[in-house]
């Protein structure tokens, strides 16, 4: 079936570094969502982005969809202790379809 | 509350035992999904809903899994012969609505359950 990628699987940062994870399909997606689960909770959501190309940004966080729809990223500049947890991203690859979510990157954030 | 709410939050079955997974979304929201999430994996889809019908089931592993929404709110995901690969946790979303440029998930807490 179709699958997203998420890339690294764990990052350590100390806190005040930046963080980036990478989602990736091997197919074209119509958007993309991100989200953000903390440990013993449950996903919530955080942005969707549908245009080739799109940049949007919340505060410290970047989201970026790739020209080809197949790649996106996330960027947190300046990680707090607060942006701890696992973000995922979640492809559809069509209208209507259901979302595919990636495996996930688990950020520590150490104080 | 405002929120998804899913009952039980935990949930200890034998093999072989029934299971029953409720899920409340918030209220007016057309669609409803259920996802299964491993420990330390990404949800995987389970089944759709919008309003009562159920447009998709093809994430469901096998026919031991039956998912329902009679009156287009309350949804229930009922294991049959619970195995010990059914452990999960197992979480609810809704959404106000299922279109091109508005497909935020608000997801419930999940019920954990656990097959010994």
């Known amino acids: 079936g179709q699958q997203v990628m998420q890339i690294p699987q764990y990052q350590h940062v100390q806190e005040g570094e930046d963080f980036t994870t990478y989602c990736n399909s091997s197919t074209t997606l119509s958007n993309i969502q991100w989200y953000k689960q903390r440990p013993g909770g449950h996903p919530v959501f955080l942005i969707q982005?549908?245009?080739?190309?799109e940049v949007k940004k919340q505060k410290r966080l970047t989201f970026q969809f790739g020209e080809a729809k197949k790649n996106s990223s996330l960027h947190i500049t300046a990680t707090q202790t607060t942006d701890v947890g696992t973000y995922f991203c979640a492809g559809q690859h069509g209208y209507g379809q259901n979302f595919v979510f990636g495996p996930g990157t688990r950020l520590s954030v150490l104080p | 509350g405002a929120g998804v709410s899913q009952s039980p939050r935990y949930k200890v079955a034998k093999r072989g035992q029934d299971v029953a997974l409720r899920c409340d979304p918030i209220s007016g929201h057309v669609s409803l999904f259920w996802y299964q999430q491993a420990l330390g994996q990404g949800p995987e889809f389970l089944t759709y809903?919008?309003?009562?019908?159920?447009?998709?089931k093809s994430g469901l592993p096998s026919d031991r899994f039956f998912a329902e929404r009679p009156e287009g709110s309350v949804s229930t995901l009922k294991i049959q012969r619970t195995q010990q690969e059914d452990s999960a946790v197992y979480l609810c979303?809704?959404?106000?609505?299922?279109?091109?440029?508005?497909?935020?998930?608000?997801f419930g807490p999940g019920t954990r359950l656990t097959v010994l």
């Open positions: 979303a809704s959404s106000l609505r299922w279109g091109v440029n508005y497909n935020e998930q608000f």
């Open positions: 982005l549908v245009k080739s190309g």
């Open positions: 809903f919008q309003n009562e019908a159920q447009l998709d």
